[in-house]
């Protein structure tokens, strides 16, 4: 079965502090993988997308990390400020047997920033 | 950059109401467009994927004669909650993508839809 499993489902870190947010999933036949901000009663706010032949993606103080192989994403926050708290969600875009894709999510991190 | 808007985004109505909500992408041609359902504090789960002209793909336990799906064209699809009951209180997302299953996907703001 394809799933994906983001550990942890809450975090709380002091402003300024650099944190990592982890992905994992289940089969390793992905098409591209992404990472989103969802706030509180609101829609999806695309941060990366990395496509399955690449290693890693940047955008500003955010970095994300694929490892196909060991099923693993990370995305990197530096210098976090209380404006990045909100729900990150991590989804695998799977192969399908018979072609075309999933798009399966994770239950998301909770990351509250305090000043 | 691709925009999917999405409307409306919030509907209150009584129970047994059939409630429409519309999907379009702005500024791309969406060959597969796809709906998802997401309750407080849990994750976004796939209901249901359409292509253009072709009957939606629905995921397993949900009731394609309840939700019915149409994608009449590239731009537009609709999603539409027949005779909505409190429990199909929920936060309604659809996205939409170009053709090839590499592209990402790009979502709307979503719908809030509640159930007197």
Redesign the interface.
């Known amino acids: 079965k394809q799933e994906v499993t983001q550990i942890p489902a809450a975090l709380s870190v002091p402003e300024g502090e650099n944190l990592v947010l982890n992905c994992s999933f289940t089969d390793s036949a992905i ?2 993988l ?1 990472w ?1 901000r969802q706030d509180p ?4 706010t ?1 941060l990366l ?1 990395i ?2 032949s690449q290693r890693e993606q940047t955008s500003g103080r955010l970095n994300a990390s694929l490892d196909k192989s060991s099923g693993r994403s990370t995305l990197y926050i530096a210098a976090s400020q209380p404006g990045d708290s909100a729900t990150y ?1 991590c ?1 695998v ?1 799977f ?1 399908l047997t018979g ?10 991190t909770q990351l509250k920033v305090e000043l | 950059g691709a925009v999917v808007s ?1 409307h409306p985004s919030w509907v209150i109505c009584k129970s047994g109401t059939s409630v429409k909500i519309e999907c379009r992408s702005l500024d791309f041609q969406a060959t597969t467009m ?1 709906w998802y359902r997401q309750f407080p504090k ?5 209901m249901a ?1 359409s292509n253009e002209g072709s009957k939606a793909t629905y995921e397993q336990g949900v009731e394609k004669d309840k939700f019915l799906i149409n994608h009449a064209s590239l731009t537009l699809s609709t999603l539409t909650v027949t005779s909505a009951h409190p429990e199909d209180s929920s ?1 309604y ?1 659809c ?1 939409a993508r170009l053709d090839r ?2 592209q ?7 719908t ?1 839809l509640s159930i007197l």
Do not use: C, E, V, W
């Not at chain 2, 849990?42 to 796939?46: I, T, Y």
């Open positions: 098409y591209n992404q989103f009663g609101k829609g999806l695309s997308l496509q399955s969600l989804a875009s192969r072609g075309g894709n999933k798009l399966t999510f994770g239950t998301g | 999405q796809f849990q994750s976004l789960m796939l994927t936060f997302i996205s299953a590499n990402p996907q790009h979502f709307g703001d979503g809030r």
